[in-house]
């Protein structure tokens, strides 16, 4: 595989010194196998090269930032548009003397063929003489569902396990995989990653023993043992905002009984189940963890006389049941779609997902560019994946590491959640950090060392998974409560207690798997919210993440304070740690300070510039944030944002700007310009792949 990348890049370099300066204006292209100039060949140079690699799939650069007129003139001459490819380029499948058409209509800057070593992932390992016969299991995602037929021909000689639509599931040997990726149509290879329940495994990530007693009879409980008093709840149901007629998709493990009517009463909101694990007839929970989450989504607190809740007491459920009885694991279908279809048809507008790839952390992939498609192709779907459990402090200078979060939780349109600190001193898990199995390797050194789980509510859960993502997207985008969360039980015979039980109905839990669904809640509250107090039946998602980002409480810097080692956050939100800061639910649903909410589902063109005058009278301080559901990226590709939409802010002719290239949001934070009236900017700096040419937005302005 190694031996076929530096053969490319030679093919590449042989080329430069061929061709010369063959385009006015040299751009690079970034992909994660190397960047590098499209001008090293002509057009009848990659052909050529084309034709001896046997592809018809190339990489065309244009000369100007890309828009409409670029994607349309593709379509005139027959060209087929795969994905959008740093900087101003296009996966596309052409037709050799479209090529040529191409390259004399003065617009293109370089062309170069999509070469097998653009294709395989970097997280294989490199192929010697000792693993190149190693059998591996490797997903093959094609450029086109068309090419199926075409591609399973070539892999005739190899173990297919399955191939639905785009994703074919092979067995092959290490040393095989760059003769695969030499198959035309084959887009992206990549190990396949086995996926884990984001909680923390008490056997086998923590400790051994019990957690803490308590009476279970809860005359002992404090309140804020579910997560939502910290959350501010209370604040959103007094309000008449509890998430009535909002239905939420619990993708997980199963649900108790599996069986409606036979459901405790803190699940009376639950309208249907799915059994979409492998081999099983039921969505029933024999794990423990997906009735644990679904608790904190839509437990009613029937079962605890109002004490233990989750955050949309109101709201529906659809539990998917994705646990095996056969592999005893939860088995994810390999198009992604096929899960959120579901549940969309069923009327479910918020899918949570409580569990990812603690594996190649940071990284783009297959799994996050399909979560990307969905909710490109179904905008008003918001999906939430937890961002892991990754976190620790590897270089000991007592401050958790960054670059941890799991996918498909680095997909861009998704709300990522990370886990902040519950306030919990009795029940639970009570042991220091250092003391914790594998304590004083992941967190040994102060203030880490010597802190709890969950003594200090402005803190990060110390094993929370932190970004950047790899090209640097800030991940996770809020956080919530996630160490020693207390919720429902599963009933089902030998089903784990998780961290313990308080009862027979309620068990300890903690992770990004108990902070996800307490976010799913609080998406379920705001997107009602949202429907009653403006109108808007079918919110965006967009508009419901950037609900919930905009008026998080920021927690910097953090429950260490400001101190020269271990200081928790280095900047005020937006950062990697706690993404915009904690959910608070008071803020969501306070109306008063919202100036301004707009969900345009027609957005703004490349080149296009809207204005929005806000009436800022009398505020001393405004946020703007701008939030957009964006284009999937390609898994090869370097850079991961397709569509680049910026915003300014102006007053009596001064202006602030935020133009992040790498987010697909933006926020400013205004103590000045503030004045009477105040103009804001939404500008199209770059619409790749947009919606007829445009890309829609969200956009939310407050001020106090």
């Known amino acids: 595989m190694s031996a076929l990348r530096n053969m490319a890049f030679q093919i590449l370099v042989v080329l430069t010194l061929i061709a010369g300066s063959i385009s006015v204006s040299a751009k690079e292209i970034h992909l994660r196998a190397g960047s590098f100039e499209t001008n090293v060949m002509n057009g009848a140079q990659a052909l050529a090269v084309g034709k001896t690699i046997q592809t018809d799939y190339y990489i065309i650069q244009f000369t100007d930032p890309l828009n409409l007129t670029h994607s349309q003139l593709l379509e005139d001459v027959g060209v087929e548009v795969i994905r959008y490819i740093p900087d101003d380029a296009f996966l596309v499948k052409a037709q050799a003397h479209k090529i040529l058409e191409l390259e004399i209509s003065g617009e293109v800057s370089g062309v170069v063929p999509y070469l097998g070593s653009f294709k395989v992932s970097l997280e294989f390992p490199a192929v010697t003489l000792e693993n190149k016969s190693k059998v591996v299991d490797v997903i093959v995602q094609l450029a086109s569902e068309k090419e199926q037929s075409q591609v399973l021909d070539q892999l005739s000689n190899y173990t297919v396990v399955v191939a639905d639509g785009k994703i074919i599931l092979v067995k092959a040997k290490l040393g095989e ?64 905002f509890k998430g009535e007629g909002q239905k939420v998709a619990m993708a997980d493990t199963g649900l108790d009984s599996g069986t409606k009517d036979s459901l405790t009463g803190d699940f009376l909101g639950v309208y249907d189940g799915q059994a979409l694990g492998l081999f099983a007839k039921t969505w029933e929970d024999p794990m423990g963890h997906g009735t644990h989450v679904a608790g904190s989504v839509v437990g009613k607190g029937a079962d605890s006389k109002g004490m233990i809740t989750g955050g949309a007491i109101e709201g529906e459920m659809l539990a998917q049941g994705m646990w095996s009885p056969v592999f005893k694991n ?94 919990v001193s009795v029940g639970g898990i009570q042991r220091t950090h250092g003391k914790l199995r594998g304590g004083d390797e992941k967190w040994g050194v102060p203030p880490l060392r010597d802190d709890t789980l969950s003594n200090n509510e402005n803190g990060m859960a110390v094993f929370s998974s932190r970004g950047p993502a790899r090209d640097g997207r800030i991940k996770p985008e809020v956080v919530a409560p996630g160490t020693n969360i207390l919720s429902n039980c599963s009933h089902i015979k030998d089903s784990s207690p998780l961290w313990g039980n308080y009862n027979t109905e309620y068990c300890w839990s903690g992770g990004t798997s108990m902070s996800t669904p307490l976010t799913a809640g609080a998406a379920a509250v705001a997107r009602g919210f949202l429907a009653k107090s403006f109108n808007l039946e ?110 300014s802010a102006e007053n009596n002719g001064a202006s602030k700007e935020s133009t992040s290239d790498v987010n697909n949001f933006e926020n400013l934070k205004l103590s000045e310009l503030v004045g009477s009236s105040l103009k804001v900017k939404i500008t199209g700096t770059r619409i790749a792949q947009g919606k007829e040419g445009k890309q829609p937005f969200a956009l939310l302005v407050s001020g106090k």
């Open 177 to 240: 995989i760059s003769n695969i990726a030499l198959i035309n149509g084959v887009e992206w290879i990549q190990p396949q990653s086995k996926m884990s329940l984001m909680h923390i495994d008490l056997k086998n990530d923590f400790l051994g023993d019990s957690v803490q007693p308590m009476s279970g009879n809860y005359t002992d409980l404090s309140g804020f043992e579910s997560g939502v008093k910290i959350m501010n709840f209370s604040k959103a149901w007094e309000r008449g």
């Open 330 to 423: 939860l088995t994810i279908p390999p198009q992604l779609k096929t899960l959120f279809q579901k549940a969309y048809d069923r009327g479910a507008r918020i899918h949570t997902n409580s569990w990812g790839a603690p594996f190649n952390l940071g990284v783009y992939d297959k799994n996050a560019m399909l979560v990307d498609e969905f909710m490109w192709n179904h905008p008003d779907m918001l999906v939430i994946f937890a961002a892991g459990n990754s976190g620790q402090d590897e270089d000991r200078d007592g401050r958790v590491d960054e670059g941890s979060v799991s996918s498909p939780g680095t997909a861009k349109n998704a709300l990522t959640v990370g886990a902040s600190e519950n306030l």
């Open 538 to 647: 079918s919110p965006s998602a967009a508009l419901v993440k950037g609900l919930l980002m905009h008026t998080a409480t920021d927690l910097f810097p953090g429950q260490y304070g400001f101190r020269s080692q271990g200081q928790e956050m280095l900047e005020p939100a937006p950062n990697n740690q706690e993404g915009f800061g904690r959910v608070n639910m008071d803020s969501v649903t306070d109306r008063s300070p919202l100036l301004l909410v707009v969900d345009s589902v027609k957005g703004v063109r490349s080149g296009e510039t809207l204005e929005f005058a806000v009436d800022t009278q009398g505020a001393k301080e405004v946020t703007i944030t701008l939030v957009y559901t964006d284009a999937p990226g390609s898994p090869s590709a370097a850079k991961t944002l397709v569509n680049d939409l910026n915003i």
